[in-house]
């Protein structure tokens, strides 16, 4: 009992500091049957003994594999040395808008969420086009793994940076030189 408690309280404690949680959906459509899909970095805030996310809307996090009902794996890390401190079983509770629950964890999620394109009609656009979902600890975690967990990243629609226009270090030495 004791020991529960002591998980109970390292997992609210750790999610609630870390920005970040990794999540990995453990079943589902997009993972039938299997339990090595890949982790993302999702942005959270913890209320009322959940994490809660938004996403899968447009200018939103994916949220892919999270399906109501089914079952996450959550990695927190430490916010100041950023390595692996808990991870956890969660079960995914999709909120309906417009309920009691949604409109509580939206008024939590809508404070974090930085550089919103619509600002105040930030909630009324996560009802029509998001979703709201509740990472609740089922009360298992979970042995961290030795190494690096390292893995080719995603596909993104993302692009790198073009080359430097070759005029650039001509104009960047010139300003040094009048100083």
């Given amino acids: 009992m004791t020991e529960q408690l002591l ?12 920005g970040l949680i990794w999540v990995r959906a ?5 993972h039938a049957g299997s ?4 982790s ?36 927190v890390r430490s916010k100041d040395k950023g390595g692996r401190l808990v991870s956890w079983t969660a079960k995914v509770v999709e ?26 009609a930030m909630p009324e656009r996560w009802a029509r086009e998001c979703r709201v979902l509740r990472l609740e600890p089922s009360g298992v975690t979970r042995e961290l793994p ?3 967990l390292s893995a080719v990243p995603l596909p ?12 650039l270090p ?6 040094r030189k009048r100083r």
Avoid: M, Y
Wanted: charged share 25%.
């Fill in 7 to 18: 998980d109970r309280a390292l997992v609210e404690e750790a999610t609630k500091k870390s």
């Fill in 26 to 30: 453990a079943d589902g459509p997009a």
């Fill in 35 to 38: 339990q090595d899909g890949p």
């Fill in 40 to 75: 993302r970095a999702l942005w959270h805030v913890w209320h009322d003994g959940a994490a809660c996310l938004v996403g899968d809307g447009p200018g939103e996090q994916p949220l892919p594999g999270l399906v109501d009902g089914g079952t996450a794996v959550v990695t």
């Fill in 95 to 120: 909120l309906t808008p417009s309920s009691p629950e949604w409109e509580a964890a939206v008024g939590e999620l809508k404070g974090k969420r930085l550089n919103a394109p619509d600002g105040e």
């Fill in 146 to 148: 030795d190494g690096s």
């Fill in 156 to 167: 993104t629609p993302a692009t790198t940076r073009r080359p430097i226009p070759s005029a």
């Fill in 170 to 175: 001509r104009l960047l030495l010139k300003k």
